[in-house]
């Protein structure tokens, strides 16, 4: 792929995507900040099974 290739389809990328609206950037930020809490307590839950079970991580 040419450089001239590239920049023409970046530019088709561009015209047709959009910047979210309100609505749809808070529901990103809900699903993103869920995600990490329940990889958090899994990785939390996790230590706590090597703890009472006297493994070493």
Do not use: C, H, N, W
Not at 25 to 45: E, P, R, S
């Amino acid at each position: 792929m040419s450089l001239q290739e590239f920049l023409e389809a970046s530019k088709r990328i561009l015209m047709v995507s959009k910047k979210p609206d309100a609505k749809e950037y808070a529901t990103m930020v809900k699903v993103t900040g869920i995600g990490i809490i329940l990889i958090g307590i899994i990785g939390f839950l996790i230590s706590l099974v090597f703890l009472f079970l006297g493994l070493k991580a």
